[in-house]
């Protein structure tokens, strides 16, 4: 497929390239300014989907996610690119039947990120587009591709443990699973051990 991926340079975009490299997906990884509507069409054009590992970090403005999403949505409908799957927040996926973010146990200084990416959220599901909003569980770091994991919905996933928690590297192949073979469009989608 050919392949628009923003956010290539962070920690899981630049897992999920080398993931579609590996699969013999065509991968266009523009460098440009995830927050023009204009940049990202252009990128985009004629493109099979639009994908975007963006985040700016916790040090960064997290206003800049939901200005991303905007920007992504009208991008891609300028381009007329239908599917965009996103790495969302897990602060977004349901613990207990609400929100993970809602939890006594959400790390404070993650809120305004999981906040942010909440509302991104709403600006995927009011798009129209064939979105999928791939959250990760609650902790991701760079490890092993294994190539074992489990797949789920909205809801938060963790192991016999209780503990939440997935390699980038396999987070990446599962996010390149929901590309090659979607079964989440329209909704909120996560991986974990």
């Known amino acids: 497929m050919r392949t628009v991926l923003f956010g290539a340079t962070g920690m899981i975009g630049r897992r999920i390239e080398a ?14 300014d995830v927050l023009d509507p204009g940049s990202i069409a252009a990128a985009a054009k004629g493109a099979d989907a639009l994908l975007s590992a963006y985040g700016p970090g916790l040090e960064g403005d997290v206003s800049r996610v939901v200005k991303a ?32 973010i809602e939890s006594p146990q959400f790390p404070a200084a993650w809120k305004g990120i999981a906040q942010a990416h909440r509302e991104a959220l709403a600006v995927f599901r009011a798009s129209g587009l064939d979105w999928t909003f791939y ?12 190539g074992k994991y489990r797949t789920g919905g909205g809801d938060l996933l963790s192991d016999a443990q209780g503990v939440s928690r997935i390699s980038a590297e396999d987070y990446a192949a599962a996010f390149v699973d929901e590309l090659e073979t979607p079964r989440r469009a329209g909704s909120v989608a996560t991986a974990a051990y």
Do not use: M, Q, Y
């Open 135 to 146: 959250a990760p569980p609650a902790l991701i770091e760079p490890g092993a591709r294994t």
């Open 69 to 100: 999403a905007e920007a992504l949505v009208a991008g891609a409908k300028k381009a007329g690119v239908r599917r965009l799957i996103v790495v969302g927040g897990a602060g977004s996926l349901k613990a207990g039947g609400a929100d993970l």
């Open 19 to 32: 993931e579609l490299k590996a699969r013999g997906h065509e991968v266009n990884a523009p460098r440009r």
